[in-house]
T-cell receptor, first 119, second 110 residues
Framework: GAVVSQHPSRVICKSGTSVKIECRSL??????MFWYRQFPKQSLMLMAT?????????EQGVEKDKFLINHASLTLSTLTVTSAHPEDSSFYIC???????????????FGPGTRLTVL | QKEVEQNSGPLSVPEGAIASLNCTYS??????FFWYRQYSGKSPELIMF????GDKEDGRFTAQLNKASQYVSLLIRDSQPSDSATYLC??????????FGKGTRLHILP
């Protein structure tokens, strides 16, 4: 299947700092990528849709000024958590559909996730 | 009503038995449905997808879809301890977004 990578896999930061998480599609082009957040023992919550060449669209309740998304190329989307606080500590996962594949429509390929801990 | 609902479990099933996982969804316009398996601390991996009403089999897994009842299920035959994980039901909404249920924790008893 298609491969999506994330970097870093783990990050620990102090409260008030900003953290950037990268999501890359390694063997396909992704005009759209999705960002999810998962708290312990809870499901994946869709935060935003990252669109190459245009603004991201955010789900209701997600602060766009706090979670900055940039999709500058067909293989890279970045999520920046600005002024991070302990309540932002979570597992952040990106996904991308490979629309060039012959196969299930909109099958999502997930990155391995980034564990963010804000002290 | 939540968009995708699952029983959180845990569901305990003896090794070798059939595990049955259920999911309901609210958006009648949803077109495709997915089952993901997630181990603790890892990202989800796709197990099955289904688009048409009826059953779809892949090895030990069978997905069942009933659009009239807005119901999706996953059957795991000959359950193995390695099947112990959280199973997430996901639905592709009409706006092209994938929405996940909270997941069902499955525990296979050796």
């Amino acid at each position: 299947g298609a491969v999506v990578s994330q970097h870093p896999s783990r990050v620990i930061c102090k409260s008030g700092t900003s953290v950037k998480i990268e999501c890359r599609s390694l063997d396909f082009q992704a005009t759209t990528m999705f960002w999810y957040r998962q708290f312990p023992k809870q499901s994946l919550m869709l935060m935003a849709t990252s669109n190459e060449g245009s603004k991201a669209t955010y789900e209701q309740g997600v602060e766009k000024d706090k979670f900055l998304i940039n999709h500058a190329s067909l293989t890279l989307s970045t999520l920046t958590v600005t002024s991070a606080h302990p309540e932002d500590s979570s597992f952040y996962i990106c996904s991308a559909p490979d629309r060039g594949r012959i196969g299930p429509y909109n099958e999502q390929f997930f990155g391995p996730g980034t564990r963010l801990t804000v002290l | 009503q939540k968009e995708v609902e699952q029983n959180s479990g845990p569901l305990s099933v003896p090794e070798g038995a059939i595990a049955s996982l259920n999911c309901t969804y609210s958006d009648r316009g949803s077109q495709s449905f997915f089952w993901y398996r997630q181990y603790s601390g890892k990202s989800p991996e796709l197990i099955m997808f289904i688009y048409s009403n009826g059953d779809k089999e892949d090895g030990r897994f069978t997905a069942q879809l009933n659009k009239a009842s807005q119901y999706v299920s996953l059957l795991i035959r000959d359950s193995q301890p390695s099947d112990s994980a959280t199973y997430l039901c996901a639905v592709n909404r009409r706006d092209d977004k994938i929405i996940f249920g909270k997941g069902t924790r499955l525990h296979i008893l050796p």
